[in-house]
Nanobody, 124 residues
Framework: QVQVVESGGGLVQAGDSLRLSCVVS????????MGWFRRIPGQGREFVAA????????YLADSVKGRFTIDRDNAKNTVYLQMNSLKPEDTAVYYC?????????????????WGQGTQVTVSS
């Protein structure tokens, strides 16, 4: 059974940084393409970032390019989302999941086994 656990969220001020972590167990992590999404209250799940199995290919939403990066440590079964220069509009619950279908990587329907999410709140 796959388990995904996100952590690292919190309440910060605009301009601050946070580093989110996502630990995966129950599957061979080093084979997984991983994605980060976020959900703003009242809205759907929005693509944030994705990374391929070896970390050599990364993908970022236009809204976070230049501020966020994604990386992974396969030895620790962990994918990270480094968030710099945070803005109030980044406030959301952040989720990660492994990609389990061939649909586009920025489509949440490509992913399954979502974690419980971690809340990020950015005050102005």
């Amino acid at each position: 059974q796959v388990q995904v656990v996100e952590s690292g969220g919190g309440l910060v001020q605009a301009g601050d940084s946070l580093r989110l972590s996502c630990v995966v167990s129950g599957r061979s992590f080093s084979n997984l393409f991983m994605g980060w999404f976020r959900r703003i209250p009242g809205q759907g799940r929005e693509f944030v970032a994705a990374i391929n199995w070896n970390g050599l290919s990364t993908y970022l939403a236009d809204s976070v390019k230049g501020r966020f990066t994604i990386d992974r440590d396969n030895a620790k079964n962990t994918v990270y989302l480094q968030m710099n220069s945070l803005k109030p509009e980044d406030t959301a619950v952040y989720y990660c999941a492994p990609r389990t279908s061939g649909a586009p990587y920025d489509n949440f329907e490509s992913y399954s086994d979502w974690g419980q999410g971690t809340q990020v709140t950015v005050s102005s």
